[in-house]
């Protein structure tokens, strides 16, 4: 997608913004009036200006029912083009993770002209390097589009994207020169090591977690929950299925991120404690507790998810694992039609409140969360579009979430971990706050 459209905002790990289609920006005293200044100059891949205008129409389209960016963007009640340049955003509640959301699929720009079109899906038109040329079942074909506003900072003339669902075969690929850069899983850099491949390790705000649906009859006590989260044997998780690559953490985010907190004492929530796991189950469910795993058909989560129902039997817990279809997972997911879920938790997308708004629920919209302070401290993360003031009520989301016994549990935080061929050179894998898949 980031190939295809240009953001309104550039994202940091740290929570620094910086200007993309839109040079600055200014929130108002209450945080519920966000001006942008647009980028003069820049035109859209079908020769369509760039402009306040087509903000406005991106985000009309944005905010139609059934949108999946809908609920991101509910704090807008109006937007509106003052002139060519400035657009503004009047909100519901106070704005100030907006700028953020600006960064993410929300703030991506479409041309006017496709939307009217109807043809965004079939023939994507945004103001990025690249145009979709080839789209098969496994291979997206990119032209690189000399027309790009910020075209020195692009080498490539062309982009190849095929799509492996099986790691060893991605892998393959790659040591055999089918293509030319691959992510890869943290527990394959030695083995791209050995092949000669360059390879690249960054932080990202993902996480391999486990999903509790609190909705359930068993799964809404927080009790059980902790003990599920106790049962997990993360640091055997990390050496074994992921060569140590994987750190061992009760925060969905790395150090570098804003969202951190480094006062918050993990222990408690990450102690492997099979026997007062074991002893919190029975005493909760006598007569045993069988439960399903959902998957998505990746082998890195298959496998977690094989490894964590052998974890969870050794505590009282019999579970079946069900892999499907990645889109069939997360339709599920929202449908709250799951009792346990392997995932990859992408905690910041599009921003950290509004994951936890989505996240930290007892079911999907229903505005009921597994801890009431939670809201309270996602409005103060709100209240600010300083990082520092977002982070200390970042904490205070974490902490609570996890002594309400979390819902989103944590088993580790991979690196985003790629590799390239040795012969290629200037790689950079996608601003990773963009990044949402399995």
């Known amino acids: 997608m980031s190939l295809i459209f240009d953001t309104l905002v550039d994202g940091e790990l740290d929570g620094s913004l910086n200007p993309g289609l839109a040079t600055e920006w200014s929130i108002s005293d209450d945080a519920q009036t966000v001006d942008f200044t647009l980028r003069e100059g820049v035109t859209f891949q079908d020769g369509t200006p760039f402009n306040a205008d087509a903000v406005v129409a991106t985000m009309d389209h944005f905010m139609e029912s059934g949108s999946l960016l809908a609920g991101a963007l509910s704090m807008i009640d109006t937007v509106e083009a003052v002139d060519d340049t400035h657009v503004r955003f009047v ?40 145009t979709v040329s080839e789209v098969t079942d496994s291979n997206i074909t990119f032209d690189y589009w000399d027309g790009y506003w910020a075209a020195d900072q692009i080498i490539p003339r062309g982009v190849e994207v095929s799509i492996y669902t099986d790691d060893s075969a991605r892998m393959n690929a790659l040591k055999s020169g089918q293509i030319d850069a691959a992510l890869i899983r943290p527990n394959q850099m030695a083995e791209a090591d050995a092949a000669g491949l360059m390879t690249y390790d960054e932080a990202a705000p993902t996480a391999y977690g486990l999903a509790i649906n609190a909705d359930h009859p068993v799964l809404g006590n927080a009790e059980v929950r902790k003990a599920i989260s106790n049962a997990i044997d993360r640091e055997s998780i990390s050496e074994f299925l992921l060569d140590g690559r994987c750190t061992v953490t009760a925060q969905p985010y790395p150090k570098e991120h804003v969202a951190h907190d480094d006062s918050i004492d993990e222990a408690p929530y990450v102690a492997y404690d099979p026997d007062g796991a074991r002893a919190t ?113 970042f904490g205070k989301i974490t902490e609570t979430a996890l002594n309400a016994g979390t819902n989103q549990v944590v088993v580790c935080l991979p690196s985003n971990t790629f590799a390239s061929a040795a012969n290629v050179t200037g790689f950079k894998s996608n601003d990773p706050r963009r990044m949402n898949v399995p």
């Open 91 to 130: 909100t519901n509640r106070p704005a100030g993770d907006l700028p953020n959301v600006m960064a993410g699929f929300a703030g991506m720009i479409v041309s006017p002209a496709s939307l009217e079109a109807g043809t965004t899906s079939t023939d994507p038109v945004g103001a990025g390097p690249f």
């Open 281 to 393: 189950i029975a005493a909760a469910v006598p007569g045993g507790l069988s439960l399903t795993i959902l998957a998505p058909n990746v082998t890195a989560y298959q496998r977690l998810a094989e490894v964590l129902q052998d974890q969870l039997s050794d505590v009282g817990i019999e579970t079946k694992v069900e892999v499907i279809d990645y889109a069939d997972l997360l339709g599920r997911q929202r449908a709250g039609d799951y009792e346990l879920i392997v995932t990859l938790l992408t905690s910041s997308g599009p921003d950290v409140a509004t994951w936890a708004e989505q996240n930290y629920v007892v079911r999907p919209g229903s505005g009921e969360f597994i801890d009431p302070q939670i809201p309270e401290f996602i409005a103060e993360s709100r209240s600010s579009v300083d990082p520092a003031v977002r982070a200390e009520a």
